[in-house]
Nanobody
Framework: QVQLVESGGGLVQAGGSLRLSCGYS????????MGWFRQAPGKEREFVAA????????YYVDSVKGRFTISRDNAKDTVYLQMNSLEPEDTAVYYC????????????????????WGQGTQVTVSS
């Protein structure tokens, strides 16, 4: 059964914005932190951002700090990734993922720690 569903990808010009959404099952992912990863052609999957269950703590890879914002609305069972000032280097398939809460901030940067993944949504940024 599908438990994480991404949407919002598309084609945008450099400098533009997109907002990705990921719907999740509250019954399955109660108290889970959520993350966004991306994978460009020929490259390994890369951590982008993560957010705690409460939404009070966020983590970002350096390359997106100041441009991307992760947020969540637990009442709507949805996590978002607002992407501004997009660059061609942001072109990738973006994946939503869920992981149990950890006290270690480094934990959230590692894809093997996420047991649940969405199917991915393509983001293409043209120059």
């Amino acid at each position: 059964q599908v438990q994480l569903v991404e949407s919002g990808g598309g084609l945008v010009q450099a400098g533009g914005s997109l907002r990705l959404s990921c719907g999740y099952s509250r019954r399955t992912f109660s108290m889970y932190a959520m993350g966004w990863f991306r994978q460009a052609p020929g490259k390994e999957r890369e951590f982008v951002a993560a957010i705690s269950w409460s939404g009070g703590t966020t983590y970002y890879v350096d390359s997106v700090k100041g441009r991307f914002t992760i947020s969540r609305d637990n009442a709507k069972d949805t996590v978002y990734l607002q992407m501004n000032s997009l660059e061609p280097e942001d072109t990738a398939v973006y994946y939503c993922a869920a992981t149990p809460t950890s006290d270690s901030s480094k934990y959230y940067y590692l894809s093997p720690n996420y047991a649940y993944w969405g199917q991915g949504t393509q983001v293409t940024v043209s120059s």
